[in-house]
T-cell receptor, first 116, second 114 residues
Framework: GAGVSQTPSNKVTEKGKYVELRCDPISGHTALYWYRQSLGQGPEFLIYFQGTGAADDSGLPNDRFFAVRPEGSVSTLKIQRTERGDSAMYLC??????????????FGPGTRLTVL | AQSVTQLGSHVSVSEGALVLLRCNYSSSVPPYLFWYVQYPNQGLQLLLKYTTGATLVKGINGFEAEFKKSETSFHLTKPSAHMSDAAEYFCAVSRSYNFNKFYFGSGTKLNVKP
């Protein structure tokens, strides 16, 4: 079956611009996660959705970052007034049974964001 | 704060040799532990995980890992490396009271020499 998909695969923008990154989770997965992976680092947790609501947004670095999941499926990560330091790979993951400890998170291929 | 340390950002082994990738974590409570693999231009794929029970866990592609509480370690091993094992490997932990939040190590790139 189809895995987690993310669009675009690459995004180049200029400093100060607004960007949106999209994530399509595996069908039926109720939990959705966003991570940021900087060069040479492991993924860093940003936000976790259970259904339509953000259950944990403690990883969002500042108020320029915002994410939505209005219908409990597709999610959009929004970054306002982008800065060069926002350049990274943004990963999305979904899981079927988030209430079960150790539930596997299935990752998409990521969106590489470059801020010039 | 939770942290995960992967010793060695790059590991190189010969084909057929033992693979050992190290992972240590800091946690005051029993963690849940994971190893993921990332091939170029692909998403992270789960290799194996430890939640409770047997401390030696087996995963896909012949990999296994052992949870050693006394050493706060969860090292990944494979008896005989294949060329197809060349990839980047990430260790991750989550806490029992917030198990949806994963903390990842910085990764180890495995190179397999013919």
């Amino acid at each position: 079956g189809a895995g987690v998909s993310q669009t675009p695969s690459n995004k180049v923008t200029e400093k100060g611009k607004y960007v949106e990154l999209r994530c399509d989770p595996i069908s039926g997965h109720t939990a959705l996660y966003w991570y940021r992976q900087s060069l040479g680092q492991g993924p860093e947790f940003l936000i976790y959705f259970q259904g339509t609501g953000a259950a944990d947004d403690s990883g969002l670095p500042n108020d320029r970052f915002f994410a939505v999941r209005p219908e409990g499926s597709v999610s959009t990560l929004k970054i306002q007034r982008t800065e060069r330091g926002d350049s990274a790979m943004y990963l999305c993951a979904s899981s079927l049974t988030p209430g079960l400890a150790g539930a596997e998170q299935f990752f998409g291929p990521g969106t590489r964001l470059t801020v010039l | 704060a939770q942290s995960v340390t992967q010793l060695g950002s790059h590991v190189s082994v010969s084909e057929g040799a033992l693979v050992l990738l190290r992972c240590n974590y800091s946690s005051s409570v029993p963690p849940y532990l994971f190893w993921y693999v990332q091939y170029p231009n692909q998403g992270l794929q789960l290799l194996l995980k430890y939640t409770t029970g047997a401390t030696l866990v087996k995963g896909i592609n012949g990999f296994e890992a052992e949870f050693k509480k006394s050493e706060t370690s969860f090292h990944l091993t494979k008896p005989s490396a294949h060329m197809s094992d060349a990839a980047e490997y990430f260790c991750a932990v989550s806490r029992s009271y917030n198990f949806n939040k994963f903390y990842f190590g910085s990764g180890t790139k495995l190179n397999v020499k013919p």
